[in-house]
């Protein structure tokens, strides 16, 4: 199998990605692509939750048009996502798209294919092959009774090889299903026999809640075989909310370090501060310390509180109103409950000191 250490290096505008590379994270945007300013400034709130690389639909001339000046406000990485239209894939690439994402099944035949081939190879843009459990060709449904990890597989392989046919080989793949385990198949089974970086994600996951499971799950799965060199966590809300989910899916796997990690107890019958309230708040106050390493614990008692806190960096052990203030295991100082997230930030200002 090939893993992400071993796959082709492939140079995404200023980024790189496969070959053991960091696995980067991706979002795409919701605004219309043709209103500029909506979203240049989405883009901008994602680059600053930390997106490495960001996608907006092209559906229209216009849309293409308009990725030029988007281009100029923002600093990741554009890729124009093109389906059915060839022409639109063309324009992209001329209006400054780093990479182009399409389905060579649904933009007519040879012609405009190597019409698009042409460009992206004058331009060293790369195509993303994306293949989704929901456009899936006819023939390999019946081939193989129904949607299927092998029939995505192969889907994709054929697309790739007809790419290939063309002398054409910066490529990237991505192969989309709502099926978590099928998607984890598919992946696994792909990279039998290609070595092309791989786009994961689990497609139309859900809301916050069950695509933030799904993903994890999924993205989890394959992560962890060696698998993927960029990551989508799709959410059906904001985008930005994608990007802190898919960092601590990252981070969680030791695929990524930095930021502060958060650990709170569940609470129980010996809580007696506002635990889950004060835990809420250290989660949102540790995205303020992005540039920090280290652990942070919020933990309702006394009684395994301390144990757990003097674990973490810095942590915090309730006791009746009032709470422990530890710091690499050494307990610094009581501190009343209403001082205490106050009192927390301060460290962590002054973390280092
Ligand atoms: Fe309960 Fe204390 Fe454990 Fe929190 S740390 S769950 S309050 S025993």
Known sequence: MVTRENTRVIQIGNRK??????????????????????????ILSLEKAGCDIVRCTVPTPEAAEALGRIKEKIHIPLVADIHFNYRLAIAAMEHGADKIRINPGNIGGEGNIRAVIDKARERSIPIRVGVNSGSLEKELVEKYHGVTAEGLVESAVDKVRMIEAFDYDNLVVSIKSSDVLMCARAYELVAEQIDYPLHVGITEAGTVYSGNIKSAVGLGIILHQGLGDTVRVSLTGDPVNEIASAKLILKTLGLRSGGIEVVSCPTCGRTNIDLISLAGQVETMAADFE????????????????GEAKEADIGIAGGIKEGLLMKKGQVIRKVPEE??????????EHWGE
């Open 291 to 306: 540039h920090l390493n280290i652990k942070v614990a919020v933990m309702g008692c006394v009684v395994n509180g301390p």
């Open 17 to 42: 990605i496969g070959g053991g590379n960091p696995v980067l994270i991706q979002s795409m945007t919701n605004t219309k692509t043709e209103d500029v300013n909506a979203t240049i400034a989405q």
């Open 339 to 348: 001082e205490l997230l106050n009192t927390l930030r301060y460290e962590l």
